[in-house]
DNA sequence: TTGACATATTCCCATATGGGAATATATTGA
DNA sequence: TCAATATATTCCCATATGGGAATATGTCAA
């Protein structure tokens, strides 16, 4: 089995560099083809084809108008990925407050009562107290 | 040429969903490769190939134990995913904004004096006024 | 040392990829 | 109708993929 296609979802569509480029440049603003060829310097037939991609996963949106075609990013799209990073973020925070608090304790087994740094009890004790 | 290799970051390595299956279920606790591989119900070499990934792009920690390799989640490396995300955040906000509103304001046009649609000014109109 | 258990690696393969180059399609204005 | 412009598609190709099956490596316990 091979790779999930690239159009299978926003995950995989996301997966691209370029293909981030290009959305982050479609959030401010709607952009046709060759606007988005000059400003990120990519080749014509690239940037269709990476369009393509992102519209069949819904992550942008298109407008004709005449012979130009505008794309836009679809904001919405990118929330499920947004919402499953969103998931480890207490985790994340949760490291951080177990080094931060490291660092306390070794700090104050140096220079156990040194006022520069006696701390008093705090919302880090929080993740102190579990493990 | 093909597309990224799955370990060339973060982005590549989530993109796969059996991936984010595993990267679930060690975070909140670490865990022996035969643990992920009954409770995800999936062959243990890829289990095994999974976590390589994993580890390489650094998503997961490892720790031995005698025979058993204790696996756990890294949340630490999905925050560069969760940012770019976060990017997106106020054009998403943005553009729900702009649909309550017309959805509003045709409610309104329909019968533009019935006391069930009314609607004082509030702070939706932020988006209303522009553009 | 040997056997059992835990995990990792290798080999095979069908498949989708992204870039380059060339070409096709669509729309406008004359 | 035709030339110019804008965009999309097609073809070619080297390459990495994930699963399955088989096997290798590592570690313990007796």
Redesign the interface.
């Known amino acids: 089995m091979p790779?999930?296609s690239?159009t299978s979802d926003a995950?995989?569509a996301?997966?691209?560099?370029r293909r981030?480029d290009i959305?982050?440049y479609l959030?401010l603003q709607e952009r046709s083809v060759n606007e988005i060829v000059d400003s990120l310097s990519m080749e014509q037939p690239s940037v269709s084809k990476h369009l393509r991609v992102l519209k069949d996963v819904g992550l942008v949106n298109v407008r004709r108008d005449g012979r130009n075609m505008f794309y836009r990013?679809?904001?919405?799209a990118?929330?499920p990925?947004?919402e499953?990073?969103?998931?480890?973020?207490r985790?994340?925070r949760?490291?951080?407050n177990q080094i931060k608090n490291l660092a306390e304790r070794k700090a104050n087994e140096q220079q156990p009562n040194s006022p520069t740094n006696f701390k008093p009890r705090s919302k880090n004790d929080f993740d102190r107290d579990k493990n």
């Open positions: 790779r999930a690239t995950f995989n996301v997966a691209e560099p981030r959305l982050n959030a990013t679809n904001a919405d990118i929330r990925l947004h499953w990073a969103s998931t480890f973020e985790f994340w949760h490291q951080l």
